[in-house]
């Protein structure tokens, strides 16, 4: 099956600093990639919609200048995590859809706000 | 109300023991369906497409009910690796996907 990958996997970091998440498509090639967040015990909520070569759809109430995302590539797409607080602690998790139908999900990153 | 709801559970199932979730939709218009299952920490993973006719694969069963706006997963035989939580998740034209908040099933010795 299609696979996605996610770098890192975890990150423990100080408040106000930036952090960088990579999610790449390694056997295809993803116009669109998605970024999701995940607290504990709650589902998954999109927070952007990830667009190869232009500006990315973010969801409402999710902060497109706190929350950067490039999509430089048909293969990579990055998640900047801008003046990271404690309440951004969460699992970041990118996905694609190779087929246009079934998504596929990289492994996630646990990202911790000290 | 939300687009996609979930009974949350938890079910606690002996092994060899049969589980069926359910899982209901708002909109009329949702065109694909899925179960994920979900471990703890880890990153949802396709367990099956649901289509309309219903389908099978091995010990899961899934179903797709239209006109009542809900899908179904049934596990029969349950093992200990089945313990995780499974997410219903609703597709509408294009690519919105909503995912519900996840049934979570413990399988006990």
């Known amino acids: 099956g299609a696979v996605v990958s996610q770098h890192p996997s975890w990150v423990i970091c100080k408040s106000g600093t930036s952090v960088k998440i990579e999610c790449r498509s390694l056997d295809f090639q993803a116009t669109t990639m998605f970024w999701y967040r995940q607290f504990p015990k709650q589902s998954l909520m999109l927070m952007a919609t990830s667009n190869e070569g232009s500006k990315a759809t973010y969801e409402q109430g999710v902060e497109k200048d706190k929350f950067l995302i490039n999509h430089a590539s048909l293969t990579l797409s990055t998640l900047t995590v801008t003046s990271a607080h404690p309440e951004d602690s969460s699992f970041y998790i990118c996905?694609?859809?190779?087929?246009?139908?079934?998504?596929?999900f990289g492994p996630g990153t646990r990202l911790l706000v000290l | 109300r939300k687009e996609v709801e979930q009974d949350p559970g938890p079910f606690n199932v002996p092994e060899g023991a049969t589980v069926a979730f359910n899982c209901t939709y708002s909109?009329?218009?949702?065109?694909?369906f899925f179960w994920y299952r979900q471990d703890c920490r880890k990153e949802p993973k396709l367990l099956m497409s649901v289509y309309s006719s219903g389908n099978e694969d091995g010990r899961f069963t899934a179903q797709l009910n239209r006109a009542s706006q809900y899908i179904s997963l049934l596990i029969r035989d349950s093992k200990l690796s089945d313990s995780a939580t499974y997410l219903c998740?609703?597709?509408?034209?294009?690519?919105?996907?909503?995912f519900g908040a996840g049934t979570r099933l413990f399988v006990k010795a």
């Open positions: 996905s694609a859809c190779p087929n246009g139908e079934t998504q596929y």
């Open positions: 998740v609703v597709k509408t034209g294009g690519f919105k996907t909503i």
């Open positions: 909109n009329s218009a949702s065109q694909s």
